[in-house]
């Protein structure tokens, strides 16, 4: 293969997706039609959600395989992880199916879709530690810019009139800056998920390449079980209570110190009941 042709494969593995293009145009367009009024305000903030939690899953893998990518991984691009689609990164079921579903039965951040990193090829414990924070980091990010609006009331539309079961709709609680609370609430609900030291997630690949031998590889055969035990506990009502207080908090360091905006954008997103 001649030098032209490399710098042409190179270039074409991280060329961003057109399927990361449209979910961006999603979210752009419903955010518009959400804060101007435009058409059904509950669907839109659904759509809103859907789009920008998508969106939040491709950078979240994009940063795994990026931090892979400059830790000696060179192989994440040949398999299309460099270019934000997230059909690239696991199958439709944890990528697309399950995280919608867990948000629509609990507002949960489901952790989902994965990239597979060629451990061998990454020299150095903290490289690994970093690759597994990188995704984690990404939501928290992400979080913030959607809070930090939100509590510092720039999305505020008094302006905006609009009727919800017969009754006025609080003009404090702007549909679109509900929508912004609840998306951040799920991407950090999602880091603190995906921070726990739980075998399969994010936090025990940060911590695993500290552990011994001998305790890696008596851990490992519950690996797949990990993700699946986090939410049986969080289906307990004690449990669920705790996990949201936390979240709560951490939603409060960001300014957005009233939980009723993420409880409207929850309740607006689920546009079949309205």
Aim: charged share 10%; glycine share 10%.
């Amino acid at each position: 293969m001649t030098f032209a042709a490399t710098q042409r494969s190179r270039s074409e593995d991280r060329r961003i997706s057109p399927v990361f293009w449209v979910l961006l145009a999603t979210l752009g367009t419903s955010a518009w039609a959400v804060y101007s009024g435009y058409g059904n305000a509950s669907f839109g903030v659904f759509l809103f959600v859907v789009s920008g939690w998508m969106v939040s899953l491709c950078l979240h893998e994009y940063a795994h395989a990026r931090t892979a990518l400059h830790g000696g991984d060179i192989t994440v691009g040949a398999k299309g992880y460099l270019t934000l689609n997230p059909l690239k990164y696991a199958n439709v079921l944890l990528s697309f199916v399950l995280p919608i579903l867990f948000v629509i039965l609990g507002g949960i951040g489901l952790p989902g879709g994965s990239v597979w990193i060629e451990r061998s090829r990454i020299q150095g414990r903290l490289k690994h530690s970093l690759i597994s924070a990188a995704g984690p980091l990404v939501n928290l990010v992400i979080g913030a810019a959607l809070l930090i609006p939100v509590g510092a009331g720039w999305l505020d539309n008094p302006g905006l009139s609009m009727e919800w079961h017969g009754f006025e709709w609080p003009w404090r609680y702007a549909p679109l800056a509900c929508a912004f609370a609840f998306l951040g609430q799920l991407q950090i609900s999602a880091a603190i998920l995906n921070l726990l030291p739980v075998p399969g997630l994010d936090g025990y690949g940060i911590v695993e390449p500290w552990l011994s031998y001998r305790t890696r590889r008596s851990i490992e055969p519950f690996a797949p079980y990990g993700m699946l035990a986090v939410f049986a506990l969080l289906w307990q009502p004690e449990v669920r209570h705790v996990f949201f207080d936390l979240v709560s908090a951490v939603t409060h360091l960001f300014g957005m110190t009233d939980d009723n905006f993420a409880g409207y954008g929850q309740l607006l997103f689920r546009f079949w009941e309205n």
